[in-house]
């Protein structure tokens, strides 16, 4: 498959010059979104083992790249796997080849970071990243920050002539994280900004294609006409205001916006395949839930098994440890939770522990249910409504409201937390 436009320009028109960093020459010939879509998702379907949903995912965010200039959130691509030889590297290789000015950066410093982003506005992949990110919290923070454009900034004091001046480091572009685990060595904050596709060794009856087999006069294709998409499609992804599905949260929703915009330029099919993949991959990261949220759902667990309004926080250790399969029994370096840990989870929602008459002679220190009511609607997915509430167990039909409002409204995430910070 050979063409013209497959050559490289060694000058950018985004960010500044870098001979490592050519960038494809836009297609002579106008391009339909859809079957350039359908190929670059034919072509990682090839080469990898991955779930379709996942594989729209990575198709959507490859596209995506190319329109940094036009979008406003940026979600990361992480592409971890349980084990090695599940493809990961395959994946990130195939990456490399159709982005916009891929730059491998593996065990990397994050000074180098912050001045490649700032000065030539590469997509970032990075490989192994379970082994030299996990302790970087420089290279954390920066990830977090460059979530979104208006907060894509981290601050340095940087030596010039013989004293420190601040300077702000614009840390906006597209960045891959590939590695084992990740969601182990990520924070939660970092792993909400994601687009999460989770590789899976290959079973001896599956077969793909060799990637260091494939010619590459097809990737230069693709990369030409992903040129040549982002060229006459920048005004309308820039303009775009995809319908979002209601059962994404605020976070999925940004940062699927980019990828279902993208979506909608190829068409129904693919906005389908993409909602599809959105709802798929949000409920697969939902399930996944954070620290907090587990101790959450599982305090939501114990008051609902109890008759008692009131508990002290050493018998509700006693009930959170007594599930075998939950972190709680080994939560202390192989020890159970102590209440000194579970006060300080707690006071992160606004709760405090308090003393609580048990009995005539009993006030320990503990909790009461209403306490939790607030922060059970917040953060719980689907909580079931508690029984024992008086107001739904005495309401009459007369009195039942026949509409369910839905709030839709999310509010602008301008500035999350402090550039350098990991949470």
């Not at 490399?96 to 000065?119: P, Y």
């Not at 793909?208 to 030409?224: G, N, P, Q, Y």
Request: with cysteine.
């Amino acid at each position: 498959m050979k063409d013209s436009s497959s050559k490289t320009s060694q000058k950018t028109t985004s960010g500044g010059s870098n001979p490592m960093l050519p960038e494809a020459i836009p297609s002579p010939e106008p391009i339909e979104p859809a079957a350039l879509l359908d190929s670059i998702l034919a072509v990682i379907l090839q080469h990898v083992i991955i779930d379709s949903a996942q594989a729209v995912a990575v198709t959507l965010w490859i596209a995506m790249t190319w329109f940094m200039p036009s979008i406003n959130v940026a979600p990361l691509l992480i592409i971890t796997a349980p084990e090695r030889a599940c493809g990961k590297s395959q994946l990130l290789a195939i990456a490399l080849r159709l982005v916009f000015k891929g730059l491998s950066a593996s065990n990397t410093s994050a000074s180098f970071l912050f001045r490649a982003l700032e000065s030539w506005q590469p997509t970032i992949l990075i490989d192994e990243a379970d082994t030299f990110i996990r302790e970087n919290a420089e290279i954390k923070g920066m990830l977090n920050a460059g979530h979104t454009r208006e907060s894509a900034y981290v601050g340095r004091a940087v030596s010039k002539d013989g004293d420190f001046e601040p300077v702000l480091f614009c840390v906006w572009g597209a960045k891959v994280l590939a590695g084992i685990a990740l969601e182990k060595h990520l924070s939660d904050p970092t792993m909400s900004r994601s687009i999460v596709a989770s590789m899976r060794r290959k079973l001896p009856s599956e077969t793909i294609l060799r990637l260091r087999h494939a010619e590459k006069s097809t990737f230069d294709v693709l990369a030409s006409q992903l040129a040549r998409f982002a060229q006459d499609y920048a005004d309308q992804i820039a303009n775009a205001r995809p319908n979002l599905p209601d059962a994404l949260s605020d976070r999925a929703q940004d940062n699927w916006e980019p990828l279902l915009a993208i979506a909608e330029c190829a068409g129904d099919a693919w906005v389908e395949k993409a909602i599809s993949a959105a709802l798929t991959l949000s409920k697969s990261t939902d399930e996944s839930a954070s620290t907090g949220n587990e101790l959450l759902d599982d305090i939501h667990t114990v008051f609902s098994a109890r008759s008692e309004s009131k508990i002290s926080s050493a018998e509700l250790i006693e009930a959170l440890v007594a599930d075998s399969e939950s972190p709680w029994a080994t939560y202390n370096r192989g020890r159970p939770l102590t209440p000194r840990q579970l006060s300080k989870m707690l006071s992160a929602y606004g709760i405090k522990s308090k003393t609580v008459r048990l009995s005539r002679f009993d006030t320990p220190k503990g909790y009461e249910r209403d306490q939790f009511t607030d922060v059970f609607s917040r953060y719980l997915t689907q909580s079931p409504p508690d029984e024992k509430e008086p107001l739904q167990a005495e309401a009459t039909p007369s009195e039942e409201n026949p509409f369910t409002e839905i709030c839709t409204n999310k509010p602008g995430e301008a500035f999350d937390k402090h550039p350098d910070s990991d949470f």
